[in-house]
């Protein structure tokens, strides 16, 4: 199967751990792509102190979703920026639950979209290797950077000097969501969603790539790259 690279939609769907982000990563690397995280969009209207990030910086900590009204606005008024623009768009952690799901699909019906490619990427990994990735992982404190480290002993996903970022060398830190009740948290909200979510997709007949994701990120970048005819 082929398809252009340029101005699609891939949404990524995975527990959180998963490798959304470093998958993302190597898309933008390896084809200039866009990616729109959410989680980042919000822990940036935290770091600012802005109104929303006032009312969500608590739900973050948590590892609740936050409000679908709130995600959905800041989500379309990303994407609405985007039109004209031919650089496909990875959509990191959006839609996580049935009603944005449906907040997506509404919002693609629009005539701007409608030659716009749009698939669905699956990373499958178990909730052990999630919870082991996630109790190792330290992020960039700059909210424009957004790297993720491993602070595991060997793991090909550490810093230079496990201190600072590679690539704009502010200092990591370990975010607050990673601490293991948080993290329970947001796995117990990501299974409760999960079906729901695939079952729209898959009533809808939408072609979905499913990946192991417990594999090393290259190896799951190329069965990505296989899966979707993309050179690179
Ligand atoms: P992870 O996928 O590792 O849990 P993210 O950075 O994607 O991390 O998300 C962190 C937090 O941001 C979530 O636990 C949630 O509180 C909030 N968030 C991110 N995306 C959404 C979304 N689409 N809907 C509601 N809340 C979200």
């Not at 200039?32 to 910086?57: F, H, V, Y």
């Not at 698939?119 to 950077?145: H, I």
Request: hydrophobic fraction near 40%; include cysteine; aromatic fraction near 8%.
């Amino acid at each position: 199967m082929s398809m252009s690279a340029k101005g699609d939609i891939f949404v990524l769907v995975g527990p959180p751990g998963s490798g959304k982000g470093s998958f993302s990563g190597l898309c933008i690397k390896n084809f200039g792509w866009k990616q729109l995280s959410t989680g980042n969009l919000c822990r940036k209207q935290i770091a600012q102190q802005t109104e929303i990030g006032k009312q969500i910086d608590l739900v973050l900590k948590s590892g609740k979703l936050v409000n679908d009204g709130i995600i959905v606005d800041m989500v379309n008024q990303w994407l609405a920026k985007q039109l004209g623009r031919d650089k496909s768009i990875l959509l990191d952690g959006y839609p996580r639950n049935l009603a944005q799901a449906k907040a997506l699909d509404d919002f693609l019906k629009q005539e701007e979209f409608k030659d716009v490619g749009f698939y669905v990427v699956r990373l499958v990994v178990s909730d052990d290797v999630v919870v082991n990735r996630l109790g190792g992982r330290a992020v960039c404190q700059n909210k424009d950077c957004h790297a993720v480290y491993s602070i595991i002993e060997g793991s090909e996903l550490r810093s230079k000097n496990n201190k600072m970022c590679d690539l704009c060398e502010s200092p990591l830190e370990i975010r607050n969501d990673d601490e293991p009740e948080a993290i329970k948290e947001r796995l117990k909200v990501y299974h409760e969603n999960e079906s729901a979510l695939l079952g729209f997709y898959k009533d809808k007949g939408q072609l979905v790539f499913e990946i192991d994701a417990s594999m090393p990120l290259d190896e799951v970048f190329d069965s990505f790259k296989k899966m979707a005819g993309l050179e690179g």
